[in-house]
């Protein structure tokens, strides 16, 4: 579909559904010009809008009285009269009420021209302002050369006729910045040895916090105790920046290695823990204690509210115990008549239960 075919469907569809209204194109003609020659082809007393493009491009519309007033008539009279145009000065609403077309014929415009070599000229233009007079636009333009189509149209079976003028900068880099937005996804010349580049990044296993006395006397080789819920939140940061993932510490493979648990989908390694640094000292990456994260110190145990002394007091006196001091000796044997006593067969004995 041609440029021109494309933007005369684009307005005959967009009036019909957004008013059920029968718009019918004449003609359409297609020139070249620069800023001169727009300014040349906007009549004095039509409605001029601005277009808003992408990177700061601007385009151009014109709609002469005729087609303003019917269109105006059809959104607030629903229908399309043919009274005489009012010689009055244009106003900011009227360039409102132009904007439903204006931006629905340069979306379908765009959608159209699927596939044209011209497409990346027409993307992304939409209604943004009105402009004064032409001298106020010829300002406004600054782009070295201009497409201009002039399309002849009537409104509701000819009730008003007119002309509507689509005026879009020439940008023939337009195709190459789409093509190079595409291949953003692609890899990029340097990107393997970008790869390659070494970055410093530190694992903080908590922060302390002390006076600043204590910290003047620590020397190499003191020991600071931390906690041992630190080996569960270590945190990377690069540089002077927040966190950008963090874990459990722990070792593999005589390493000290960090299990990350956030960000989410960092766990999806085929080793169950990641390799940080190793053991001797002047590794990758240094174990240091950062003010990002504060880990609570043990706290000590607490004192007995009671000494043992104290409880003693005002208690009353034992009494004494007493043994029995007679003569008995773990060796010796019971008497014999002690023996016969107990000489009975239980076994033997009748059972008798009785019935109750």
């Known amino acids: ?85 009012e010689d009055r000065p244009i106003t900011q609403t009227d360039a409102a009420m132009m904007a439903p077309l204006v931006d629905g014929t340069l979306d379908r415009l765009e959608r159209y021209l699927e596939g044209h070599p011209l497409r990346p000229q027409f993307a992304g233009f939409r209604f943004g302002a009105m402009v004064e007079d032409a001298r106020t636009a010829g300002l406004l333009l600054d782009a070295a050369g201009y497409r201009a189509f002039n399309v002849s149209v009537d409104l509701a079976l000819g009730r008003r006729k007119g002309t509507i003028l689509l005026v879009l900068p020439d940008r023939p880099d337009a195709g190459k910045a789409d093509a190079e937005d595409g291949d953003a996804a692609t890899p990029g010349p340097h990107e393997r040895k970008m790869k390659l580049l070494p970055v410093r990044m530190d694992a903080v296993l908590c922060s302390l916090t002390i006076p600043l006395s204590a910290a003047q006397r620590l020397r190499a080789g003191d020991l600071i105790p931390l906690p041992p819920e630190a080996l569960d939140s270590v945190e990377f940061v690069a540089g002077s920046g927040p966190a950008v993932a963090g874990g459990r510490l722990g070792q593999m493979n005589g390493m000290r290695a960090v299990r990350l648990s956030w960000p989410q989908g960092a766990g999806n390694v085929p080793a169950p823990m990641r390799e940080v640094s190793e053991l001797e000292p002047g590794g990758m990456v240094e174990l240091a204690a950062a003010a990002a994260v504060s880990c609570p110190e043990p706290e000590p145990d607490p004192e007995p509210e009671f000494s043992a002394s104290e409880m003693t007091e005002d208690l009353p006196d034992l009494p004494p115990m007493e043994f029995d001091t007679g003569d008995f000796s773990f060796d010796a044997e019971p008497a014999e008549a002690e023996v016969g006593d107990f000489d009975f067969d239980f076994s033997a004995a009748p059972l008798n239960v009785e019935e109750s």
Do not use: C, F, N, Y
Not at 3 to 15: G, I, M, Y
Not at 38 to 46: A, D, I, K, R, W
Not at 57 to 73: Q, W
């Open 1 to 85: 579909m041609s440029p021109a075919k494309a933007l005369r469907r684009a307005l005959s569809r967009t009036a019909d559904v957004l008013w059920d209204l029968a718009l019918v194109t004449h003609g359409v003609s297609q020139e070249m010009a620069d800023q001169d020659g727009v300014v040349e082809m906007l009549p004095s007393g039509t409605l001029l809008l601005l277009l808003d493009g992408p990177g700061g491009a601007l385009g151009l519309a014109m709609i002469d009285r005729e087609i303003m007033t019917g269109l105006i008539e059809v959104q607030t009279l629903l229908q399309v009269t043919q009274m005489p145009v």
